[in-house]
């Protein structure tokens, strides 16, 4: 097992803490997983430049491998070497195809790591207003499912039940994303790769990673509610066109059913 641990918010002694959010999570460099997806991310930005020859597309390309790393974390909790396969899975499909929308990846990527509780913390106002902004700029580059699984992701958990990111949704498009033809195939196929695995990536399984800021572990159903929403989110994704901002999602949601495939495979008396 391989503990979810980004890293620890140090308490002031004698006084009520205050509020801890629930989207935050800095990396602690003491984790080995958390080391690898520092050095990943960096080589990917270094390929993205020489392959793409300029750094705002290779930023794309770094952005889409640690983005992947980081939600496959959320999705596998007890894991890591899923989210290590994640990365450079992400890396390859943005160096073909293009870096894709970032903001796309970090809705997403809020909205499940909401639905996963992985922090143990419920949403404070500003985690809400977060969850708001970016689901209006997912929304306004075109990528409305992670705009919905951003704005979406209070409701889905009991202890930060809240309206207030859903009128993100709503944002209207004021950006394209002009991919056309070839660029588009590998998203398409990593994005079908991924849900063609839902009903083993959205099974029952047990969760033993403690949560970053609660004492407890964190809690396999909410995982598993992570799991169907990012499949229903990538669905809606690959059907509705801005796939592109969706690579890293698909390569998470793909490592971790592999994952669970191959585990299946060779331990067919585990249960869940």
Same mark, same amino acid.
């Given at each position: 097992?391989?503990?979810?641990?980004?890293?620890?918010?140090? *308490?002031?002694?004698?006084?009520? $803490?205050?509020?801890?959010?629930?989207?935050?999570?800095?990396?602690?460099?003491?984790?080995?997983?958390?080391?690898?997806?520092?050095?990943?991310?960096?080589?990917?930005?270094?390929?993205?430049?020489?392959? &793409?020859?300029?750094?705002?597309?290779?930023?794309?390309?770094?952005?889409?491998?640690?983005?992947?790393?980081?939600?496959? &974390?959320?999705?596998?909790?007890?894991? $890591?070497?899923?989210?290590?396969?994640?990365?450079?899975?992400?890396?390859?499909?943005?160096?073909?195809?293009?870096?894709?929308?970032?903001?796309?990846?970090?809705?997403?990527?809020?909205?499940?790591?909401?639905?996963?509780?992985?922090?143990? *913390?419920?949403?404070?106002?500003?985690?809400?207003?977060?969850?708001?902004? *970016?689901?209006?700029?997912?929304?306004?580059?075109?990528?409305?499912?992670?705009?919905?699984?951003?704005?979406?992701?209070?409701?889905?958990?009991?202890?930060?039940?809240?309206? *207030? $990111?859903?009128?993100?949704?709503?944002?209207?498009?004021?950006?394209?994303?002009?991919?056309?033809?070839?660029?588009?195939?590998?998203?398409?196929?990593?994005?079908?790769?991924?849900?063609?695995?839902?009903?083993?990536?959205?099974?029952?399984?047990?969760?033993?990673?403690?949560?970053?800021?609660?004492?407890?572990?964190?809690?396999?159903?909410?995982v598993q509610r992570a799991r169907q929403a990012a499949v229903i989110s990538l669905a809606l994704g690959l059907g509705g066109g801005g796939v592109r901002g969706l690579v890293p999602l698909a390569a998470a949601v793909l490592?971790?059913?592999?994952? &669970?495939?191959?585990?299946?495979?060779?331990?067919?008396?585990?249960?869940?």
């Open positions: 097992m391989g503990g979810l641990r980004y890293g620890m918010t140090r *308490q002031t002694p004698n006084k009520a $803490p205050a509020p801890q959010p629930a989207l935050a999570r800095p990396l602690d460099f003491s984790v080995p997983s958390n080391r690898i997806a520092a050095a990943g991310a960096l080589a990917a930005l270094l390929l993205g430049r020489a392959a &793409r020859g300029n750094w705002w597309a290779a930023l794309g390309v770094g952005g889409a491998a640690f983005s992947a790393w980081a939600i496959a &974390r959320e999705l596998d909790p007890d894991s $890591p070497q899923t989210a290590n396969a994640a990365l450079p899975v992400a890396a390859a499909a943005a160096l073909l195809g293009g870096p894709g929308n970032p903001l796309a990846a970090f809705a997403a990527l809020s909205g499940l790591r909401m639905i996963a509780g992985t922090t143990g *913390q419920a949403a404070t106002p500003a985690d809400q207003m977060g969850l708001l902004i *970016q689901s209006a700029l997912a929304a306004a580059t075109g990528n409305r499912s992670a705009a919905l699984l951003s704005a979406a992701a209070p409701l889905l958990t009991p202890e930060s039940h809240s309206w *207030q $990111p859903a009128p993100g949704v709503l944002m209207p498009r004021l950006w394209r994303d002009r991919a056309e033809g070839l660029t588009t195939v590998p998203a398409a196929l990593l994005g079908l790769g991924a849900v063609a695995l839902t009903p083993t990536f959205t099974a029952p399984e047990p969760v033993a990673s403690p949560c970053d800021r609660a004492p407890r572990t964190v809690r396999a159903r909410e490592t971790v059913g592999l994952r &669970r495939v191959r585990a299946g495979t060779v331990k067919p008396s585990a249960k869940s």
